[in-house]
């Protein structure tokens, strides 16, 4: 992602958010634990199939 689009995307958050940024951080936050939660279900899922596993479990 380019500074540039990255600044609008930050932007655009913190809008839909009224201004707040506390608030824009915690979106942030819970979206993100969402998606390392989805992660670690198709990391699951492919162990099932015989992909390795993950040694670690910080997905940043």
Excluded: W
Aim: hydrophobic letters at 45%.
């Amino acid at each position: 992602m380019s500074f540039r689009s990255s600044e609008s995307a930050i932007d655009e958050i913190v809008a839909s958010c009224n201004g707040d940024i506390r608030g824009a951080l915690k979106a942030l936050l819970l979206v993100n634990e969402h998606l390392e939660a989805e992660i670690a279900q198709l990391y699951a899922a492919a162990a099932q199939y015989g992909m390795p596993e993950r040694r670690s479990t910080a997905f940043h």
